[in-house]
């Protein structure tokens, strides 16, 4: 008997035959036992890191502070911002004009602004992801596509630990985005606001 054959041998053995003589395998024989909130947030500002993104925690009532400190340390002058971005989040960015996307601005126009802020749809803790599906406060694919710097929000809330629990949460027929870590050339910052 071979190595293989044995391995089988032993596999079959170990869980017991259904009716048609198939190896009954358990269902849930890899549940994952429940990550604490913290240590799910933590993760994630972990992953992002290491896929060289820089990440801030901020309480919500300090997100236009951080976000405006984030952006003029780039010298930033021009963001292009989804149309339906919260107006809390820019009140304090002087010296810096927001373009807003409605009507959607020309490409040419995208390339030569400072960078782009966005929220997202979810973020996933275990490969440093965020995910943008087009809803509120993340406009269109553009938008994130061409501008050489990306500052996305992404709210604790947000925050999954696995990539099915993500894929549980999100609509397979909107438009995903799924960003780990800034593509080359470009910068990925994310400001995670912890409510």
């Known amino acids: ?12 053995a170990a869980f017991p035959a259904g009716d048609d003589g198939d190896v009954c395998v358990p269902r849930g024989y890899r549940r ?3 990550v604490p909130r913290g240590d799910v947030i933590a993760l994630f500002g972990e992953r992002v890191a290491d896929r060289r993104a820089a990440v801030r925690h901020v309480a919500f009532d300090e997100l236009a502070v951080a976000m405006a400190a984030m952006l003029w340390a780039r010298e930033a002058k021009r963001v292009a911002v989804p149309a339906d971005l919260p107006r809390g989040w820019l009140p304090g960015l002087e010296g810096v004009r927001p373009l807003a996307d409605d009507p959607p601005l020309d ?27 087009g809803g509120r406060a993340q406009g269109r694919r553009a ?12 709210h604790a809330d947000q925050i ?10 999100l609509d397979p027929y909107h438009p995903l ?19």
Request: a negative charge; glycine letters at 8%.
């Open 160 to 169: 999954v630990h696995t990539v099915p629990e993500a894929v549980r949460r």
């Open 143 to 154: 938008l994130t596509l061409i501008p050489r710097h990306h500052l996305c929000v992404v």
């Open 107 to 133: 490409p040419a126009v995208l390339a030569e602004a400072d960078g782009v802020v966005t929220g997202c749809a979810l973020a996933i803790a275990e490969t440093g992801t965020v995910v943008l599906d």
């Open 32 to 34: 994952r036992v429940p």
């Open 1 to 12: 008997m071979g190595a293989r054959e044995e391995i089988l041998r032993r596999v079959r």
């Open 177 to 195: 985005s799924w960003i780990s870590g800034p593509p080359a050339g470009r910068t990925l910052e994310i400001l995670v606001v912890e409510d």
